[in-house]
């Protein structure tokens, strides 16, 4: 299937410039890459700017509510677990209203692939301050500047347990399509991080492009080396920040320990079909 067939034609309100628009077409072009056909594909989104991708892209899609993304794509997962699950998600929806869900997933190893949509900024509702805005970020709800660290949500989602880890950036498509390659290929929860520019409340694209560099080299499975990595840069400062897969392993999912029939067998027959059987 070719790329242009996952666009679907609702007019795209995004602003000229946005990062969500690489985004959008790196995930198409993935899963033209890959084979996966529309109807075996699923995008779920939350709330929020990037959110509308899930009208712009033409497979199946949930248009969930607020930080409420993961769990509705766990439910699709657990249903049917031939699907594959794109959780699309900004970062007030995944680091704020959802945070809760998004540590959950990592920790359970669902078999789905988040991508954060991070602008560092709320900017649906016109530049209020997140989770990783940084020190001094004046938006709409702080306009003597943001008081306070952001967190890094990679170091979180290591502890948490997430057996993939990325980092993307939205000036980058082929660095991004590899990456998400590679997250949807994974078996389990897969983390993409995406540091991407929002041109009308947050253009932060001159600090990202003197500092980003890809991994080149790294053993993703390295525990310690990715303890480093994540820290490497800590959403403040100015330091280098490494983009690529910074740490994965294999581990069993959520569906398969849910799944498993009596004698520990993976039976990949969904919650669907098995209610649908029972009748
Ligand atoms: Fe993109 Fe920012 Fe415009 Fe939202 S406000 S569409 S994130 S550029």
Redesign the pocket.
Known sequence: MKGAEYISQTQN???P????FTIQHAIKSVLSDLGIPREEAVIVSGIG??AKIADYMQTNSFYAIHGRAIPVATGISLGNPDLTIICSAGDGDAYAEGLDHLIFAAKRNVDITVII?D?R?Y??T?GQYTPTSPPGFAGKSTPEGVKEDPFNPLDLMLSAGATFIARSYSRDKKGMEEVLKAAIQHKGFSFVEVL???????DVHTCYDDHVYRLEGNDPEDRRAAEVLVREWNYSGEGRIPLGILYSRDAPTFEERILAGKEGEIDRTGLIQRAIAKR
Do not use: P, R
């Not at 410039?17 to 969500?20: A, E, F, S, V």
């Not at 991407?196 to 947050?202: E, G, L, S, W």
């Open positions: 309100t995004w602003c410039g946005c990062g969500n700017c990037h949509h602008n900024v900017g649906l016109t991407q520019v929002c041109a009308t409340f947050y």
